[in-house]
C-alpha cells in the first residue's frame, strides 16, 4: 500500500521569510510522480509542483522548489520570499501515471504580515 | 487549459433525498476521473475513479449503491448521492486527467459542498 505521510499540522512564518513543509511517503512502484496541491480558503486545489520520480534534478517554480530525496522517501517543498497569498492547505500526493493519488494530512500554512 | 468546473458549488437537501453533482472538463476530453470527499480539517479520501463507457471502481468502504456514479461521456461524470442523510454531509471534489498526457496531473474542479439537514 502506498502511503504519505505529512508531520506538521501547522505552521507559521513571517513574509518574505523561508518555509520548508515536509513529506515523507512509502511505495513499492519504481515509477511514480510526487505533487505539492495548495488549497487556499476557496478550497479550490491548485498544483503546486510535481516531481517525477525517476529525475534526479529537484522540480523548480518560481519561488516554490522541492528537495526530492528517493533514497529517503522524502520529498519536501520550499517556499521561498513567501507572500500572503501563500496561505493555505499543503498536500503532498503520490501518485502513478493517470491512476488514483494517496494524500497526505496536510499542512496549514500561514504567512504573517 | 486544463479547466475542471463542478456544479452546484453548494446544495443543501433534506434528508431522504437524492443529489447529482456534475464535473465536466471544459477544454479537454478526459477518459479517467475522479471522486473524493473531503471533511473539514481532513484531507482528501477517494472515493471512486470514473472511466468513460464502464463502470466505475469504487474505493473500499464506499457504497456504490447509495454513491452511483456515471460517466457518459468524456467530459462529464456525475455523481449521485441517494437517499442523503446527515452524515453524507460534506465537501465533495472531483478531479480529471488528460488521456495520454505527459504530466499524469489531475487537474480538480472547485468542489461542492453538500448539506443534508
Known amino acids: 500500500a502506498q502511503t504519505v505521510t505529512q508531520s506538521q499540522p501547522e505552521m507559521s512564518v513571517q513574509e518574505a521569510e523561508t518555509v520548508t513543509l515536509s513529506c515523507t511517503y512509502d511505495t513499492s512502484e519504481n515509477n511514480y510522480y510526487l505533487f505539492w496541491y495548495k488549497q487556499p480558503p476557496s478550497r479550490q486545489m491548485i498544483l503546486v509542483i510535481r516531481q517525477e520520480a525517476y529525475k534526479q534534478q529537484n522540480a523548480t517554480e518560481n519561488r516554490f522548489s522541492v528537495n526530492f530525496q528517493k533514497a529517503a522517501k522524502s520529498f519536501s517543498l520550499k517556499i521561498s520570499d513567501s507572500q500572503l497569498g501563500d496561505t493555505a492547505m499543503y498536500f503532498c500526493?503520490?501518485?502513478?501515471?493517470?491512476?488514483?493519488?494517496?494524500f497526505g494530512q496536510g499542512t496549514r500554512l500561514t504567512i504573517n504580515p | 487549459g486544463a479547466v475542471v468546473s463542478q456544479h452546484p458549488s453548494r446544495v443543501i437537501c433534506k434528508s431522504g433525498t437524492s443529489v447529482k453533482i456534475e464535473c465536466r472538463s471544459l477544454?479537454?476530453?478526459?477518459?479517467?476521473m475522479f471522486w473524493y470527499r473531503q471533511f473539514p480539517k481532513q484531507s482528501l479520501m477517494l472515493m471512486a475513479t470514473s472511466n468513460e463507457g464502464s463502470k466505475a471502481t469504487y474505493e473500499q468502504g464506499v457504497e456504490k449503491d447509495k454513491f452511483l456514479i456515471n460517466h457518459a461521456s468524456l467530459t462529464l461524470s456525475t455523481l449521485t448521492v441517494t437517499s442523503a442523510h446527515p452524515e453524507d454531509s460534506s465537501f465533495y471534489i472531483c478531479?480529471?486527467?488528460?488521456?495520454?498526457?505527459?504530466?499524469?496531473?489531475?487537474?480538480f474542479g472547485p468542489g461542492t459542498r453538500l448539506t443534508v439537514l
Open positions: 477544454d479537454f476530453q478526459a477518459t479517467t
Open positions: 478531479s480529471a486527467t488528460i488521456p495520454g498526457g505527459a504530466t499524469d496531473t489531475q487537474y
Open positions: 500526493a503520490l501518485g502513478r501515471g493517470a491512476q488514483k493519488l494517496v
